[in-house]
């Protein structure tokens, strides 16, 4: 069982560099970008995610999956919300898709793949995450 303030390290491999922090999103099954964000608002929804999660705005976030889902267009849209001023602080999968590299990379958002652990089972919605994607390294500060 895990306590509030309890440090939790991942290890995996970092995608695209960088170093970035934030309350974390996880969703536990796979996220198509075309179908689950809005690119104008920042915002997650349309039928993809759990109902808790409809509405909640990805900017600044930790947004944690196990993999996307979908076409080329996916990336496109992640692409369309960074530039529209809504990027997450850092995304988390366990393995990497061509949807979420083509987003990411042309992005230039932190992103990790191939953790040692489950994310979506050790990190929950909630906890504070700093991502070091240079290093291949997640920090997870449990908040409950």
Do not use: H
Request: charged share 20%.
């Amino acid at each position: 069982m895990t306590k509030k303030g309890m440090k939790i390290v991942l290890n995996g491999r970092g995608v695209v560099g960088g170093v970035a922090e934030g309350n974390a999103i996880v969703l536990k099954k796979s996220l198509s970008f075309w179908s689950g964000l809005n690119p104008q608002t920042g915002t997650l929804g349309r039928g993809q995610v759990p109902p808790e999660l409809v509405g909640e705005n990805i900017k600044g976030k930790v947004l944690v999956y196990p993999f996307g889902k979908g076409s080329t267009a996916g990336g496109a849209i992640l692409f369309w919300n960074c530039k529209n001023g809504f990027a997450p602080a850092a995304i988390i999968n366990q393995k990497l898709d061509t949807v979420v590299a083509n987003g990411v990379i042309a992005s230039k958002v932190p992103t990790i793949i191939e953790l040692d652990q489950d994310p979506c089972q050790v990190i929950e919605t909630g906890d504070f995450v700093k991502v070091d994607a240079d290093n291949g390294t997640v920090e997870v500060t449990k908040t409950e």
